[in-house]
């Protein structure tokens, strides 16, 4: 278990006397964004929110699933009265854990004697704590927790004071989450890198098993199957049409067990068979099935032609081998003194051979889906790169200068510094979401609920995200309460996507309407250039880039595609049209009953 948080480094540049809330939440930022491992930063928030209120006492809780008891995950002042991983406090209504989770809004607790609004630990007691802080740490779909400040002294906290410490809590859920989604995609990434390996090692065993002269290759490698069962004889066929013979068996690789080289080999008499002379094997085969061949027990011509061979078989067991779902020929064992019972081992190996034979028989499709692959991935992760590079090189400007100058600038210029902050961390925030809501559609885990909505509030929820310059390109924004059924975050998650498309590839003017007709929705339009008609559709797809028309959300080229899919996993849609002269991009919903 980890001790409470007592020295934690701070992010460069180190703390001063008077640390003020703004630089708080700005070396918490810096060193969650370089990279410091999770359990630092927490250790590093509940250090900073004491010093930066003056307070003895602080705590962040995770509660790891809905309903769960709280664990302590940072602490700082509490020396051995709770244990890092170890400590867990209650969730119930009327404890202040409990009542903090149940509100969206900063708890101040002026006096804890005389407050009846909740029960407190009685660990607060034997620490003689009377007043504090408490908000909720939010996460994605649910609270991660809680985090709380405490002193020993009668204080009134102010509700600056509180909007601080929901900072910090912000902060602290906005990096579980892009930690979360960096993990995601580092999964992602693994699953893909393994699907390619995969590949790359079939087709490097087939380049093996055959490369510039495959029919020796292919001996080579089927020399190992057969030490490995045991069995007489070892062949590989493939299909040929014969001008006269029609649709034949031709061997391209046989190998017997004393490893005589295939110009010795008995079995010349296999070199080209018609399939019509072998019907029971064709139709096993090209149903994709295994089929074990007893010539004793076969019937007709293809008794006949197993009866003619100069140098008998007695059992064998042959494997159809497909080329994109092609029947394209056989792997087999053969045995030409017993009638061997096959194992499931013997058709698991052949099915195997027979999959990788058909990998190289494939190998030039195989290659470039592989390539395409490669580039796909590259191209995805040089845009995250440079999607996420971006505001974060911001982020991190800004805050070493709020850190290093702050007290040379003014009032004026301190606030718009952090204005750009705020707004490039929302980018940053954005681009994670669309991520995540993108990797959990891609593994099917997205999940949308299907509520009464009301939109006007949900639009006017996300307005209240836009600073004053881009507000100032929307028109005045009137609309009556118009109810849908959908869920209220991918709601708000859309039209997020659409407004910020709209401000940063449509005209000078945007403007936001809501419809109520057998359908509800909103309509976001800008009077910028028309979206070529053939990109229409094409915008509405995963990593689609037209950067030279207005349609496109940020270069990942995410944000349309997540948008028209929430859109309709609420049994709605998302279109575009270009009428009046205007770009049109209509959020379709169910009307509410």
């Known amino acids: 278990m980890r001790k409470t948080a007592a020295k934690v480094p701070h992010a460069p540049g180190g703390p001063n006397a008077g640390l003020s809330p703004q630089a708080a939440v700005a070396e918490l930022g810096q060193a969650a964004l370089g990279g410091m491992a999770m359990e630092n930063v927490l250790d590093l928030a509940v250090m900073l929110a004491c010093e930066a209120l003056n307070v003895e006492y602080a705590m962040i809780l995770h509660q790891p699933a809905s309903g769960a008891r709280l664990v302590v995950a940072a602490a700082h002042g509490w020396g051995d009265a709770v244990e890092i991983g170890g400590t867990e406090l209650s969730c119930q209504p009327g404890s202040l854990a409990g009542y903090t989770l149940a509100t969206n809004d900063p708890v101040i607790v002026h006096d804890l004697a005389s407050d009846r609004r909740f029960t407190h630990p009685a660990r607060f007691a034997d620490h003689r704590i009377k007043s504090g802080i408490s908000v909720v740490i939010p996460d994605l779909n649910r609270p991660y927790g809680v985090m709380g400040v405490h002193t020993r002294q009668l204080r009134q906290f102010t509700l600056e004071e509180g909007d601080f410490l929901r900072s910090i809590a912000h902060v602290i859920g906005g990096t579980v989450q892009n930690r979360r989604s960096r993990a995601s995609i580092d999964r992602q990434a693994e699953v893909q890198d393994r699907r390619l390996r995969y590949q790359a090692a079939l087709a490097e065993c087939a380049q093996t098993l055959l490369g510039n002269t495959g029919e020796q290759r292919l001996d080579e490698a089927v020399k190992a199957l057969l030490t490995a069962t045991q069995a007489s004889y070892v062949l590989v066929e493939r299909n040929h049409i014969d001008p006269e013979l029609g649709l034949c068996s031709k061997t391209v690789a046989e190998i017997e067990k004393d490893g005589a080289p295939r110009s010795q080999l008995r079995n010349a008499y296999w070199d080209l068979v018609p399939w019509e002379k072998m019907p029971i094997s064709r139709a096993k085969l090209e149903a994709g099935k295994p089929f074990v061949v007893v010539p004793d027990e076969l019937v007709g011509i293809e008794k006949e032609h197993y009866a003619a061979d100069p140098n008998p078989v007695m059992s064998e067991l042959n494997i159809p081998i497909f080329v994109d779902g092609r029947w394209e020929g056989l792997i087999g064992f053969s045995e030409s003194t017993i009638v061997r019972e096959w194992t499931d081992e013997d058709v698991s190996l052949l099915t195997t051979a027979a999959a990788m034979i058909g990998a190289f028989w494939e190998r030039e499709a195989a290659r470039e889906s592989r390539e395409q692959l490669i580039r796909a991935k590259d191209e ?58 993108a990797a959990k559609a891609d593994i099917g885990t997205l999940n949308v609920a299907r509520v009464p909505v009301n939109l006007r509030a949900q639009t006017v929820q996300v307005l209240e995200a836009f600073n004053r310059d881009q507000l100032d390109r929307i028109g005045q924004f009137k609309a009556n309460d118009v109810r849908a059924i959908g869920d209220p975050d991918r709601i708000r998650q859309i039209v997020r996507n659409l407004v910020t498309n709209a401000l940063r590839y449509g005209g000078d003017t945007v403007q936001i309407e809501l419809f109520d007709r057998d359908e509800t929705g909103i309509l976001v339009c800008d009077d910028g250039t028309a979206i070529p008609e053939e990109d229409r559709e094409r915008i509405f797809q995963p990593y689609q880039r037209a950067h030279n028309a207005p349609g496109i959300v940020g270069s990942l080229g995410l944000g349309l595609s997540i948008s028209r899919n929430l859109a309709r996993m609420m049994n709605g849609d998302l279109v575009y049209r270009f009428e009046n002269n205007l770009s049109i991009f209509e959020l379709i919903l169910p009307k509410a009953a």
Do not use: M
């Open 380 to 437: 995805f992760l040089a845009s995250i790169s440079h999607e996420l590079r971006t505001p974060l090189t911001a982020v991190v400007g800004f805050g070493e200068i709020l850190r290093d100058a702050g007290h040379t600038l003014s009032d004026t210029d301190r606030r718009e510094f952090l204005e750009l902050l705020v707004a490039q961390g929302s980018d940053v925030t954005n681009i994670v979401n669309d991520l995540l809501v």
